[in-house]
């Protein structure tokens, strides 16, 4: 059983599992996407120890000489020490407006360094340079906009949450690197229905998407779908609303797995809510984000509900105490 040593701690990798699984199991957030060597959102560097063969498949050459690897295809024949990647693509930002969305989520949003170039839904890592302790955040902002903007969710015990919920302040410096991540959209069949749907700060990107689409001159129809266990999770409400009735195309729509029910939105688990509502989904083109048992659940429902899976774009967020 080979250990894997990341920012000064050693944790044990268990048979059979990647050096992803085995650290998300830890409780330990390395940037992820699509979790299956595509997207290479999890290209971390082995500092010691050597990497297996199949997971560095993709990576150019010499990448592949410095013993960098893809998390998510790793299962090590040996103790690996590694580190993120260190990439030229780490940037300062400042802080410049902090609101709270609801009781546990607050918006971040940042001045844009000069050259930082992304596609809205990617996600970037936010450092902490006082430990280099590093997480990810996808963005809601989009190519236009002349700021960055992140939702943060408030986990329980978390030392990078809570330091953005209560330390963070405005006109702060602070470090990230990225963008990452490969669920965005793309122009082509713009005429192709669209389906967004998330739970939580999952809205973040997905509202991004939304209005990346727009901008592009998406056409076909685009159902989003905000979810959350109960109101009180729901934010982004009246933006959603002013979206919407700005862009025929745009249906937005909220979903409470229990309790109370907003006026216009539906009732139970999302992947039901949406299938009830849409029927066939042959056709879509999907966007899932959020967390991450959600987010497989409705991979699978809308798979089988006509959804192709090439069509299906996902990025699963997990929420540990050491968020």
């Known amino acids: ?59 150019r050459e010499p990448l592949k000489e410095q013993n960098y690897f893809l998390a998510c295809m790793c299962k090590p024949d040996e103790a690996l020490e590694i580190a993120l990647a260190d990439a030229s693509d780490k940037y300062s930002a400042t802080v410049i407006e902090k609101s709270w969305l609801n009781d546990t989520v607050v918006r971040i949003r940042l001045t844009r360094p000069e050259g930082f170039n992304y596609r809205a839904g990617q996600f970037i890592n936010l450092l902490r340079t006082s430990d280099q302790l590093a997480r990810s955040y996808s963005l809601a902002s989009i190519e236009g906009d002349d700021f960055l903007e992140v939702h943060i969710k408030r986990v329980p015990e978390g030392r990078m949450s809570n330091w953005l919920c209560d330390e963070l302040q405005q006109d702060q410096e602070i470090s990230f690197f ?130 192709s899976m090439q069509d299906i774009y996902a990025d699963a967020f997990s929420f540990t105490p050491a968020g």
Request: charged share 15%; hydrophobic share 40%; proline share 5%.
């Open 1 to 59: 059983m080979p250990d894997i040593s990341f920012e000064g701690i050693t944790y044990d990798c268990a048979a059979d599992e990647t050096v992803l699984d085995s650290l998300t199991r830890h409780g330990v957030l390395l940037p992820s996407g699509c979790r299956s060597g595509s997207c290479h959102a999890c290209k971390v560097k082995a500092i010691k120890g050597k990497p297996p063969v199949a997971s560095q498949a993709g990576l």
């Open 178 to 307: 990225g963008p990452s991540g490969s669920c965005f959209y793309v122009q082509g069949k713009a005429e192709q229905p669209l389906l967004l749907a998330g739970t939580g700060t999952g809205l973040a990107p997905l509202y991004g998407i939304a209005r990346d689409a727009i901008r592009a001159g998406h056409t076909g129809p685009i159902q989003l779908f905000h979810a959350s266990h109960g109101a009180e999770g729901l934010y982004y409400s009246s933006e959603l609303e002013q979206l919407a009735a700005a862009h025929a195309q745009l249906t937005c729509t909220a979903c409470v797995l229990q309790g109370d029910i907003p006026e216009g939105a539906l009732s139970g688990a999302v992947d039901a809510a949406v299938v009830n509502r849409l029927g066939d989904l042959a056709g879509y083109r999907v966007f899932l984000c959020g967390d991450a048992p959600v987010v497989e659940l409705m991979q699978r429902s809308f798979f089988f509900a006509g959804a």
